[in-house]
């Protein structure tokens, strides 16, 4: 029989007498055992969360042995400066897989004190039946990844040049400081005034989860409505413009637009991936819509359909909640923009269009309100 005091008095020593990967992987599968063995027998929380823990500590060393090592993925002779050398052993031989070193790996490259934290609250926390398992030290550790990545990020963007076709402000104010007739092209994503927040990643910091300035309906129609009215005597006398809205909003942004300009034919994105909403009543959402009018008569350069199949930017990848990618930026200007063109803006988000124009060598300028977004923006244009 097992107790919590005899597996704790016997933890310290238990530990200290792993060296190497199999002597790890050794008294893992013990403890995996004895786990088996608490949870079959149905014993009380804290012996549970006891075994719990002695295995996290088991796996936390191990992760730290496999990042000192030198395990090869692949089976086969090696070379060392032209000399055969013995095969280095693989994870399969160690009885492991590719997922759980990397679990192990990320829960070693937890800072200490993070790590016992986590320890202690789930103890604390025994009384509610929250156990103690490996998914959430390994959420607790992908969660320090992340912050370590963005405060990496933060720092980063302080040591690049601010761009000089990017302005931060009100783009109200910025707009009106341009010389009338001078914009060619404007291509922007207002915000829709639905007061955006995706509620899909369970990661409270993900970028998904930001919000966004003005997204609330009646400040998001009156800036639509205003911008407009300063747009009529910035763009030139033949100008093509673009908004991206959702179906949600699309008659009401037409309404506003149409005020001001002639509506041409819109354009639908594909996005590839269905959004989240109704799961049950209703169809999955993959597109997006795009206003396409104009100011004049300006030719486009030539006839494209309508639909436009990119693939949305990957979470992962994200930088604004509601980023649009490179490529779907760059296929509009295709049809629209000549080598002298002056393309604007006034919500540049993730500063996707004016990457976009960079690297397509156009005259461009982005504003961006969001202080914090607009030097993310400068850090991903420059990237």
């Known amino acids: 029989m097992i107790d919590t005091l005899m597996l704790r008095d016997e933890a310290q020593k238990q530990l200290a007498q792993i060296t190497t990967i199999e002597t790890g992987i050794e008294y893992l599968n013990k403890v995996k055992a004895i786990e088996t063995w608490a949870k079959a027998e149905k014993k009380d929380a804290i012996l549970q969360n006891a075994i719990a823990e002695q295995k996290i500590r088991t796996q936390k060393i191990l992760g730290g042995l496999l990042k000192e090592s030198v395990v090869s993925k692949n089976v086969g002779n090696r070379y060392v400066d032209g000399n055969q050398v013995a095969p280095s052993k ?23 004190e993070l790590f016992e934290q986590e320890i202690a609250q789930a103890k604390d926390e ?24 963005r405060k990496e990020q933060s720092e980063q963007v302080n040591t690049i040049n601010i761009s000089e076709n990017i302005k931060q402000g009100n783009s109200l104010e910025i ?14 994503d207002p915000p829709y005034g639905i007061e955006y927040k995706s509620n899909r990643s369970q990661d409270n910091n993900a970028v998904t989860k930001r919000g966004l300035l003005n997204d609330g309906k ?10 407009c009215k300063i747009l009529v005597n910035k763009t030139s006398e033949n100008a093509h413009l673009y908004f991206f809205c959702s179906w949600s909003v ?4 037409e309404s506003i637009i149409g005020k001001y300009f002639t509506i041409k034919t819109p354009i639908v994105w594909n996005k590839g991936n269905k959004g989240s ?18 100011k ?9 359909g309508n639909v436009l199949n990119v693939s949305k930017v990957h979470s992962s990848k994200l930088v604004h909640p509601t980023q649009k990618p490179e490529e779907l930026i760059k296929e509009i200007l295709e049809v629209s923009a000549l080598k002298n063109d002056f393309i604007v803006d006034p919500f540049m ?14 005259k461009s300028l982005g504003i961006e309100l969001d202080k914090e977004m607009f030097n993310i923006a400068n850090n991903y244009i420059n990237g």
Do not use: H
Request: positive net charge.
């Open 175 to 188: 707009l009106k400081t341009l010389k009338d007739n001078c914009i060619d092209i404007v291509l922007t």
């Open 250 to 253: 699309f008659s009401d942004f």
């Open 349 to 362: 988000g993730s500063g996707s269009t004016i990457k976009a124009c960079n690297e397509m060598n156009l």
């Open 90 to 112: 693989t994870l399969k031989d160690f009885g492991i897989n590719k997922k759980q070193s990397s679990t192990f790996q990320k829960i070693a490259s937890m800072p200490e």
């Open 277 to 294: 909403g109704d799961l049950e009543n209703d169809w999955g959402n993959q597109t997006e819509l795009i206003i396409y009018c104009v």
């Open 296 to 304: 004049g008569k300006k030719n486009i350069n030539y006839r494209k």
């Open 126 to 149: 025994t009384e509610k039946r929250i156990e103690l398992t490996t998914s959430r030290l390994l959420k607790a550790a992908k969660q320090y990844e992340k912050d370590t990545k």
């Open 218 to 227: 009646k400040e998001a129609y009156e800036l639509l409505e205003n911008t």
